[in-house]
Each structure stands twice: as C-alpha cells, then as structure tokens.
C-alpha cells in the first residue's frame, strides 16, 4: 500500500518558471491537503478539498492552484515561481467520513522546491 | 488567537530521561489537540491526540496532560530512547483546518 505519494521530490526552479507538483493517495480519502513546511514555523495549510471537483484556499493561498478532478489526485501549481515559495510541500489525505477536525491526517514524504 | 505556541525549539535529553514540550493556545473554541512526530526526510505521522473533556490521554510511553482553565497543553515521553529523536508539532483545530506550532527538535542522547 502506497499511501500518500509525492512527485517530484527535488526540483530548482528559476524565478518565473512554472511547475506542477504531484500527489495522489491510494486510500480512498475524501479530504486532501497541501501544506508547505518553512524552518521554525510549522505547516501552513495552502489548499485543501473535501472530495473531487471541490476546492478551498487555506491560509496562505496566494501564488498556488489546485483542482481535484479524481479522488485520488490533488496537484498542487506553481504559475509564476518566486523565491518566497522556496520551502518543502507536503500533500496530506484524510478518511472518509471523519470530521475535518478529528481526522488523523497522512501525508506524504514531501517535496523539496528551491526557487533561484 | 489563531496561534499555538510551542517550546521549547531543541530539546537533548539523555536516554531513559522525560522530555517535556509544551504548547499553548489562546482561541477556546480549539477542540482537537494531536501531536505529530516527524522524522527527517519524511512526512509528519499522528502520534497522539486529545480532546479537551480530558485531562490526560497516555499511549504506551507518550502522555499528554491537558490544562483546559490555562490553554495549554504538553507531551511526555517516557523512559525516552534514542529512536525518539525527532521533530514533534503540536497542534489545534478549531473548524476545517489545524492550527501548526512551529515544532521542537527533540535530540536523545544514548
């Protein structure tokens, strides 16, 4: 069982550039997540969906999309690369059924992005 | 009041030792409280959670105690090991999203 999976898991990008980073989870979770891990300051949600063709902004939204076509997937776009979106993103699911709440949340091994 | 803040950053304990973190809120209407371990190059994985009807919640060797009148809220690791080393988060949930400390380094010496 996969679980939560990642791609790509390093990327450089350069300052404009645009990029795609992947997820897709294999447990049939309803509720996915992307969140981005800065040193020292915990997870900052960024999107997240409730199930397929569902979306919602986070908390810090600004200079991402997403779309959730399927269950499964849930990618996460970059449209104009800046260096204040360096940081590591980790896609997370959630089970069906549960409260957004309570939820116990799976993630992923996380993408690392550099923007220079 | 939106926030969780979570101490100490690093924390290095001698194995068998009780590491102590702490994390405190401000927003009564959190009603959630897990803890995530994460290890490096990998994602956060749920250890424990508590709800705050509770006092205490205790799973295998990690506790959390639960102060509801003081909006705080700690985890305890018993008789630590060496493979305890890692990155904890506290957190809290309010509505549709947790509310993430900003993490401790946990270091345990052999």
């Known amino acids: 069982n996969a679980g939560v999976t990642q791609t790509p898991k390093f990327r450089i990008l350069k300052i404009g550039q645009s990029m795609t980073l992947q997820c897709t989870q294999d447990m049939n979770h309803n509720y996915m997540y992307w969140y981005r891990q800065d040193p020292g300051m915990g997870l900052k949600l960024i999107y997240y969906?409730?199930?397929?063709?569902?979306?919602d902004k986070g908390e810090v939204p600004n200079g991402y999309n997403v779309s959730r076509s399927t269950t499964e997937d849930f990618p996460l776009r970059l449209e104009l690369a800046a260096p204040s979106q360096t940081s590591v993103y980790f896609c997370a699911s959630s089970p069906p059924g549960g409260d957004l709440r309570t939820g116990e949340l799976f993630f992923g091994e996380g993408s690392r992005l550099t923007v220079l | 009041q939106q926030q969780v803040k979570q101490s100490p950053q690093s924390l290095i304990v001698q194995k068998g030792g009780i590491p102590i973190i702490n994390c405190a809120y401000e927003n009564t209407a959190f009603d959630y409280f897990p803890w995530y371990q994460q290890f490096p190059g990998k994602g956060p994985a749920l250890l424990i959670a508590?709800?705050?009807d509770v006092s205490e919640k205790k799973e295998g060797r990690f506790t959390i105690s639960f102060n509801k009148s003081a909006k705080q809220f700690s985890l305890h690791i018993m008789d630590s090991q060496p493979g305890d080393s890692a990155t904890y988060f506290c957190a809290a949930s309010p509505n549709y999203q947790l509310i993430w400390g900003a993490g401790t380094k946990l270091i345990i010496k052999p």
């Open positions: 969906s409730v199930g397929a063709g569902i979306t």
């Open positions: 508590i709800r705050p």
